[in-house]
């Protein structure tokens, strides 16, 4: 079973329904014990770090989501669920993450129209079954004003321009972050949950 994280942020109805069209049950939760229970975890995400870090650690699916890392669970974060996996963001202020990863979220240089909102291509930069059937230089829907910027580079899957060349896909093992909406980019984006879902069901 999937469950979708519901600390009070994101399109929690919209990823389920996602899912549900791929063919794999979800549900959304805010019980820990019951996220416990699940096979694979999704953090979505719109909104403010802060306020999202605030709601997870007094909830206490913070030590859920580190629990499922310690497991090797699949684990999937959707844009601001991709940042919340960093060590630290500075949205208003530094903001300390999930840690899962280390490294920084920072704000879109100047430049560009922010947030960055609309279709754009991504580059993958190394193969994952995450993107099985997925076609490089696919495009997808973006919703943001900060990126990702991963101290290490490996763990980059695929990089999106704008302005400056950003981290848009992150991994390692089976924790995976993804700074557009999959949920709202049409039949690539249903893949890329399918393919979430695939990994799931394995475990």
């Given at each position: 079973?999937?469950?979708?994280?519901?600390?009070?942020?994101?399109?929690?109805?919209?990823?389920k329904k996602?899912?549900?069209?791929?063919?794999?049950?979800?549900?959304?939760?805010?019980?820990?014990?019951?996220?416990?229970?699940?096979?694979?975890?999704?953090?979505?995400?719109?909104?403010?770090?802060?306020?999202?870090?605030?709601?997870?650690r007094t909830?206490?699916?913070?030590?859920?989501?580190?629990?499922?890392?310690?497991?090797h669970k699949?684990?999937?974060?959707?844009?601001?669920?991709?940042?919340?996996?960093?060590?630290?963001?500075?949205?208003?202020?530094?903001?300390?993450?999930?840690?899962?990863?280390?490294?920084?979220?920072?704000?879109?240089?100047?430049?560009?129209?922010?947030?960055?909102?609309?279709?754009?291509?991504?580059?993958?930069?190394?193969?994952?079954?995450?993107?099985?059937?997925?076609?490089?230089?696919?495009?997808?829907?973006?919703?943001?004003?900060?990126?990702?910027?991963?101290?290490?580079?490996?763990?980059?899957?695929?990089?999106?321009?704008?302005?400056?060349?950003?981290?848009?896909?992150?991994?390692?093992?089976?924790?995976?972050?993804?700074?557009?909406?999959?949920?709202?980019?049409?039949?690539?984006?249903?893949?890329?949950?399918?393919?979430?879902?695939?990994?799931?069901?394995?475990?």
């Open positions: 079973m999937i469950t979708i994280i519901d600390y009070g942020m994101g399109n929690l109805r919209s990823v996602g899912f549900e069209k791929c063919g794999y049950s979800a549900v959304i939760s805010h019980d820990p014990d019951e996220a416990r229970k699940a096979s694979g975890l999704v953090i979505p995400g719109v909104g403010a770090f802060g306020d999202a870090m605030t709601n997870l909830s206490g699916m913070d030590q859920v989501i580190l629990e499922a890392c310690h497991q699949p684990l999937l974060g959707l844009c601001l669920g991709q940042q919340l996996l960093f060590t630290t963001s500075e949205e208003w202020g530094i903001t300390e993450g999930l840690g899962i990863f280390p490294g920084k979220v920072r704000r879109l240089p100047p430049g560009q129209i922010i947030p960055h909102m609309g279709w754009n291509q991504v580059e993958v930069a190394k193969p994952t079954q995450l993107l099985k059937d997925v076609p490089d230089q696919s495009a997808f829907y973006f919703v943001h004003s900060y990126y990702v910027d991963p101290e290490d580079k490996e763990i980059i899957i695929g990089h999106t321009d704008y302005g400056i060349k950003f981290a848009s896909i992150v991994g390692r093992d089976n924790i995976f972050g993804i700074q557009f909406h999959p949920e709202k980019s049409s039949v690539l984006g249903l893949r890329i949950l399918r393919n979430f879902g695939g990994l799931v069901a394995k475990c």
